[in-house]
Every structure is written in C-alpha cells, then in structure tokens.
C-alpha cells in the first residue's frame, strides 16, 4: 500500500486444491472484476476466516474487528432480540490483526476459525465471493452475523454485504452489492449446512437451522458465552 507495490498479485491466478470444495464446482470460473482491479483472473476457494464484528448502527463488521476491537452489541429493534447488551464481537483473524489460540477467550473448541464460503462465480464471473487472495467479506473472510444475515446459507433478500455480488437469495446468495457495512456469513453447496473449523482444529457441520444466538456465539472469540449446535 506505501509504494504501489503489485508484484504480490502473481499469486492470485493459483488455484489451491486444498481450498476448493467438490461440491462447488464454480470454483474454476475466475474472478474478472469490471472496475477497480489492476488485473483479472483471480482464481476460486472456499474457506474463508473468521473475522468476527458486529453491524450495528454506524458499526460496519468487517472493519469492527480491525486491529483486535471488540465492538460491543446493543440491542436495536430489528437487530438479534436474543442476544443480550454488552455481548463482546471480537474476531480471530482481523484486518491487520490476528490472535493467538492460545488467547481466544471463549477457548479454541467454542470459536470458528475457518467456514466455508461458495463462489460467486455461479452467478457472474465478476461477483468476487469465493475469491481466496482477495481480503474482503464473502471472498476470503466471514463477518458479522447480523439481522439479516442471521445463519448459515441464508435465504433472505441483500443478506450478505459484499460490494460487486449479485443478489440472488433464491440460490442462497442473497447480496447487499453496494452496502457499506461488508459483512458475509458462511455458505455452502451441501444439504442443511455448513462445515467449519474451529480454532482447536476440530471440524463440525453447522446446520441452517441453527439459532442466530448461538450462531453469533460461535462466531465471536469473545462473547463469553456458551452455544449447543441446535
């Protein structure tokens, strides 16, 4: 970012076997943004890292958690009803910031560390979910379950805020492309869920039907709280 320095991008035609799902065969069509990008053909992933984050009022998630914040939850009407005032929304790996497993508060076994994201290709080569170099919601980082992007696959109309998508919540890929608040949950092609990884390296199937509560629980390294996979 201080000297314009592009020569990192050779990376982004690589695509890597370990970070493709099977089930998501839109993975081989490449990201080609229209605007914006110095250059196209970003290759495809699905698995994305947890970045935590609260989008609330003028709090935007992805960049809540930037530099290890811990936004603080307040509810407002239409926001999660269940989730009490004062929940911590502290992420795991964060813009220009990390934690240590070690320091996880809620304990590796209770955080997500990595869920699984689908590509955006299956609805236009410019619609950059999936896209594994690229930093930002629905692309390489998961964020901010919210009101209305509550669970996993979500169904509902503008869920996910990812700039560029297209909005198509009958396909489960509901966007929000010219949203401010960048927040993107986890997707998959599979039947009632998800897969995550959480931070002690065990893997889990999250179903759809999953309450919001314990969804947003699972998700913050910091909340406090406990969560069953209802």
């Not at 990376?11 to 890597?16: F, L, M, P, Q």
């Not at 003028?58 to 939850?73: E, F, L, Q, R």
């Not at 509810?75 to 989730?83: F, L």
């Not at 009958?170 to 986890?186: I, N, R, S």
Request: aromatic letters at 8%.
């Amino acid at each position: 970012m201080a000297d314009g320095n592009t020569t990192w991008m050779v990376v982004r035609t690589t695509s890597i076997p370990t970070l493709l799902c099977p089930s998501d065969s839109a993975t081989s069509i490449a990201w080609t943004p229209t605007t914006g990008s110095p250059a196209g053909n970003w290759a495809r992933g699905n698995y994305a890292c947890n970045a935590g984050g609260i989008h609330q009022g003028t709090t935007t998630a992805w960049t809540s958690t930037a530099n290890g914040a811990s936004p603080k939850y307040d509810y407002n009407p239409g926001d999660y009803a269940d989730v009490p005032n004062g929940v911590s929304g502290g992420g795991v790996m964060c813009i220009n910031w990390g934690t240590g497993i070690h320091k996880i508060e809620d304990g590796s076994s209770n955080t997500i560390l990595l869920g699984e994201v689908r590509s955006g290709g299956e609805l236009s080569p410019a619609d950059p979910r999936g896209t594994w170099a690229l930093g930002f919601p629905g692309a390489s980082v998961i964020c901010g379950p919210t009101w209305d992007d509550r669970t996993p696959n979500n169904l509902s109309d503008n869920s996910d805020d990812c700039l560029g998508c297209i909005n198509t919540p009958q396909l489960g890929m509901g966007a929000w492309p010219t949203c401010e608040y960048q927040q993107a949950v986890p997707r998959s092609k599979h039947s009632g869920g998800v897969s995550v990884a959480f931070a002690d390296g065990s893997v889990r199937f999250i179903r759809d039907t999953i309450s919001n509560t314990n969804f947003f629980y699972m998700m913050m390294r910091n909340d406090g709280k406990t969560w069953t996979n209802d």
